[in-house]
């Protein structure tokens, strides 16, 4: 330059910033009111892969518990993961808002229970206490009602968004055999170490609770192209298992090495772990 | 001679068009850009970055020199892209020819540089590592021979030939961490202005120019923040047959010139001019054959270029709101062009403007401060911030009247009569019946005679008195219309728009205010009544009424803002701004409204005349972003009109994007101490939402020169083509309804 003057100067203001000044004006508009979806598109059909890091329960606890099987050995296993996926379909009432219909499905590790029982010969029921077991495997799938309300600067079906569902779930073994050591605590047994497989007692089909879960997702979904959206979430659930008498009697526990009430807990006990998941996956809009 | 005939008469058709092609005075238009658009103006940044990659600088690691190349690149097509600068006008052409005079013996240097004018009344100069030496229409203005132009340019060539954008940037990056980092830079600095002044010293004398002007050129830029001469402005400036304004309004002194030219200059990038002339005039004593050339290519065209310049500088100081400056210059400039319409329509514009910032309390900004008043223009700002809100309201009434009668058929003038005549109405304590219908000098003259008559009366028969009717001496009694003793001078205004109270026009106008006033009041009381829903629905109605409508639209160069790291994202942005396009082009396709789009993604397929559209819009909205919400009058308000015209279209549409992503962990999650897992739990959400985007969009109505409408998304999306695809869809899809 040939120049700097210390008088007065206009200053050459960009024209971006500028504009952004002018755009303080105030004029923006409330869009929530009407309905124009994604470019016109207002239905919304969801893949998307549910992953738990069962955090809370997994310092320290149940060390007996967290094995696989490798054969008839115990082989120790960490439960780091758990996954699920939900399909959802769904349509924007209006920018800010959408309902939702999901179906889940997900799979969790449980612990094994503290004891199993089984009828001996006199049909008189027996409890084992469980010494080393290899995780259970539990599923559950269900539906959940959900409604979506938009984020900041959000328009559904695109953007920050929160969801609040109330969803019911069938909770189910999702197999049945298991490797136990379990030692016999009834005085009149010979007190022994056992090592046994569920499936070799019983088949743990009969195994099912009802449960019902209150759902709320922080959601981002990011158009990748013009049909096609990337949904990335957190999503945090209290679940709440349906009720089961506590009772162990002989008519009760029958064939049953898990009792119902045992397998309500395990359920709660792995909802409680797997609290938190991440959701990832993709929207079809149209 | 028969055979040379053809010759002659297609010598003289190129001669004639050259003076047809050159600008009247009295009808001046804003200088645009002519000719073939250069590269520098379409092609895109990255790809100048890409293209100077390839050859290596040396002292340069790769990373330093992708770093400073997209440093020069942008920051110089930010400029070229501002709607100030221009090509191939005459202004340009002529510093193109001083340049050519100086480097006639080096044609190679001279094939590498290109020069460019911007539109800024800063007095300066710059040239940049790429070639480009753009000087401001405020130098041009300024200077008094084409021997300083050339001084000037020779000082900018330097720097280019000497390589210092590049060796500055070079002594930045090896001295990051050097305590007191401004004074090193200070004195780098200077030393490469000394450099420059001193090697430009060379290039001045081969071109055979006269040493007088050498240190002249520093006075030049020493006094550049004065006005462009130091005319007395008179005290009855404003009177004559209708208009009178008192003396006592004027400045009561005179305001003395202040600055020196031996200031501190130890934080300054330049050296002071005390330092620079010595230095200047110990290096000219070195050469001999000087020149006494102040004008290779005559005074006429000299003048005529500065002229132009001086035109130019008017318009700058409306758009930025310098109505008290652009005023001054009109005052020196119309001495040499009274009939110039450009001229008038200018001072209509200031005083409209005047108007209308007195009345938003901003005067400030249009007058320098005390402490800044400097020379005889300061009479000027003294003269506008001694009026009150109802004396200027009425003053730019009648001045603003007055050009309208010189130029009757100007649509322009007739819109600004009618915006001013509109501001009066609504500037304080107006009350219509004070006006009078008699003009002051007229007043006075009937006090006189009143005052006769009233002591006549006491005396004797007051019939016999005067040569007055029964019927005038009862009008004048009974009415009050002059009473007697004196008039308030400083009522002056009631009495500078005789001609306008009993105009029609001004008096229909006056009927639709009072309407607007009854039904604004109205509204207002509705609106009291209203319940809390009622209210929130009346809103929600009113927006949906403003917008509606929207079929058809000009999109002027829309842009973003990409930040990395907390830096501009420059190819990054850039490369948005394509997308950003497609989606504006395919969001209207879907919409079915038709788009017309102006910017520099496509210079290249509209050239000239896409790239002049563009800079009128440009000005424009400079213009209304620093007016905020006062109600502005476009300063090209003729070539918008044109504009407006070939599109189609009154309406145009602005927007920006600005994007960033910066996840922040709330304070908050200090308490996950308590509880480490939840913190795990927390942990994503921050990332999901640390995109901060940000779209704006306006609406302007040319006829009516204001935003209409506008939209404002902020949202926590990465950037990409189909998030604002959705949002302008959202956008458009109301505002089409």
Request: hydrophobic share 35%.
């Amino acid at each position: 330059m040939i120049f700097s003057t210390k008088k007065r100067s206009n200053k050459m203001n960009t024209v971006k910033s500028i504009f952004i000044s002018l755009c303080l004006l105030g004029l923006s508009e409330n869009s929530y009111a009407q309905n124009s979806g994604f470019i016109g598109k207002k239905n919304i059909l969801s893949v998307d892969g549910r992953f738990f890091v069962p955090v809370f329960h997994n310092f320290g606890k149940n060390e007996s518990k967290k094995y696989k099987a490798n054969g008839e050995a115990f082989e120790p296993a960490r439960n780091l993961l758990n996954s699920g996926i939900n399909i959802t379909v769904g349509r924007t009432l209006t920018n800010g808002m959408a309902f939702l219909i999901q179906g889940n499905y997900s799979r969790y590790k449980m612990y094994a229970p503290n004891y199993v029982y089984h009828k001996d010969i006199n049909d008189y029921p027996n409890s084992f206490q469980i010494n080393k077991s290899t995780f259970f495997q539990g599923q559950s799938m269900g539906i959940m009602p959900i409604i979506e309300f938009a984020g900041t600067g959000g328009i559904l079906p695109i953007g920050i968004s929160h969801q609040i569902g109330i969803g019911f779930y069938k909770n189910t073994m999702r197999n049945t055999n298991y490797l136990i050591l379990a030692q016999s605590t009834s005085y009149s047994s010979s007190q022994t170490l056992d090592l046994f497989t569920t499936e070799d007692i019983t088949n743990l089909d009969y195994l099912t609770i009802k449960s019902y879960s209150f759902m709320y997702k922080f959601n981002l979904r990011i158009p990748i192209t013009r049909s096609l959206l990337l949904n990335v979430g957190m999503r945090y659930n209290i679940n709440r298992t349906k009720p089961v008498p506590y009772q162990y009697d002989s008519a009760t526990i029958d064939n049953h090495l898990i009792p119902q009430f045992n397998f309500r807990d395990m359920v709660a006990a792995a909802h409680l772990n797997n609290l938190v998941s991440l959701e990832t996956g993709i929207s079809f809009v149209f | 001679m028969i055979k040379l005939l053809p010759l002659l008469s297609c010598l003289f058709i190129m001669f004639s068009s050259v003076v047809w092609s050159q600008q009247d005075f009295n009808n001046f238009k804003p200088l645009v850009s002519k000719g073939d658009i250069p590269e520098d103006f379409f092609v895109r940044t990255s790809s100048k970055v890409e293209q100077d990659m390839k050859n290596q600088k040396e002292d340069l690691t790769q990373k330093e020199q992708k770093i400073f190349l997209e440093g020069v690149h942008y920051g110089i097509d930010e400029i070229l892209q501002s709607g100030l600068v221009i090509y191939g006008d005459d202004i340009s052409n002529y510093v193109t020819k001083v340049a050519n005079k100086l480097l006639e013996k080096e044609p190679k240097l001279r094939n590498e540089l290109r020069f460019y004018t911007i539109k800024s009344n800063v007095t300066n100069a710059f040239s940049t590592d790429q070639g480009i030496i753009v000087v401001t229409t405020g130098l041009i203005s300024q200077i008094t021979s084409e021997a300083h132009l050339a001084y000037i340019l020779a000082h900018e060539i330097t720097h280019y030939t000497e390589k210092h954008v590049v060796e500055g940037f070079e002594y930045r990056t090896r001295n990051k961490g050097v305590n007191s980092q401004i004074e090193q830079l200070s004195i780098y600095s200077k030393e490469k202005e000394f450099e420059a002044d001193s090697l430009g010293i060379k290039l001045f004398n081969n071109a055979g120019y006269s040493r007088n002007y050498l240190t002249s050129t520093f006075d030049v830029l020493m006094y550049s923040y004065l006005p462009i001469d130091e005319l007395k402005f008179p005290k009855d400036y404003y009177n004559n047959n209708l208009c009178f304004v008192p003396k006592f309004i004027f400045a009561d002194k005179d305001y003395e010139i202040k600055v020196e030219e031996d200031y501190d200059d130890s934080r300054s990038s330049h050296p002071n001019v005390r330092r620079r002339k010595d230095k200047a005039t110990s290096i000219a004593v070195t050469y001999k054959n000087w020149g006494e050339v102040s004008n290779h290519f005559g005074d006429k065209e000299f003048n005529y270029t500065r002229a132009l310049a001086r035109f130019e500088r008017i318009r700058t100081d409306i758009i930025n709101y310098q109505y008290a400056n652009a005023l001054y210059t009109i005052f020196i400039l119309e001495k040499e062009y009274p009939n110039s319409l450009y001229l008038h329509r200018m001072k209509a514009q200031c005083w409209y403007g005047l108007s209308i910032v007195k009345h938003a309390n901003r005067i400030n900004r249009s007058v320098m401060t005390n402490k800044e008043m400097e020379g005889e223009g300061a009479a000027m700002h003294a003269f506008i911030k001694n009026l009150k809100e109802p004396q200027l309201a009425s003053l730019a009434a009648r001045i603003v009247e007055d050009c309208r009668l010189a130029f009757p058929e100007d649509a322009e003038l007739k819109e600004l009569g009618k915006r001013t005549n509109y501001a009066l109405f609504e500037s304080d304590n107006f009350v219509l019946s004070k006006y009078k219908k008699i003009d002051f000098t007229t007043a006075m003259e009937k006090v006189i005679d009143a005052d006769t008559l009233r002591v006549d009366a006491e005396v004797a028969d007051p019939l016999e008195t005067k040569k007055l009717s029964k019927y005038d001496r009862i009008r004048i009694k009974t009415t009050g219309e002059i009473t007697s003793a004196s008039i308030d001078s400083s009522d002056f205004h009631y009495y500078i728009i005789p001609d306008l109270i009993e105009n029609d026009d001004f008096l229909k106008l006056y009927g639709e205010y009072q309407d607007n006033i009854e039904r604004e009041e109205k509204l207002e009381r509705e609106y009291i009544a209203m319940s809390r829903s009622e209210r929130k629905k009346h809103i929600e109605n009113k927006q949906s009424e403003r917008i509606t409508g929207l079929e058809e639209f000009v999109l002027v160069d829309p842009a973003v803002i990409s930040y990395k790291n907390g830096k501009i994202d420059l190819p990054g942005s850039e490369a948005m701004e394509e997308k950003f396009i497609d989606g504006f082009e395919f969001v209207t396709d879907q919409l079915d409204i038709r788009m017309t789009t102006i910017g520099k993604g496509n210079l290249d397929k509209t050239g000239t005349v896409g790239f002049n559209n563009k800079s009128f819009f440009t000005s424009m909205l400079i213009q209304m972003s620093i007016a905020d919400d006062l109600d502005v009058f476009p300063v090209d308000y003729s070539q918008i009109d044109k504009i407006k015209d070939e599109f189609g279209t009154n309406k145009l549409v602005f927007s920006v994007v600005e994007h960033s992503y910066r996840p922040q962990i709330s304070p908050s999650a200090l308490y996950f101490i308590l509880f480490p897992p939840g913190f795990l739990a927390y942990l994503p959400v921050p990332f999901i939402k640390g995109n901060e985007t940000e779209l704006n969009l306006i609406v302007i109505d040319l006829d009516k020169g204001k935003v209409i409408t506008g939209a404002n998304y902020y949202f926590q999306e990465p950037l990409n083509q189909f998030s604002i695809e959705a949002r302008l869809y959202d956008i458009f899809h109301q505002k089409k309804k």
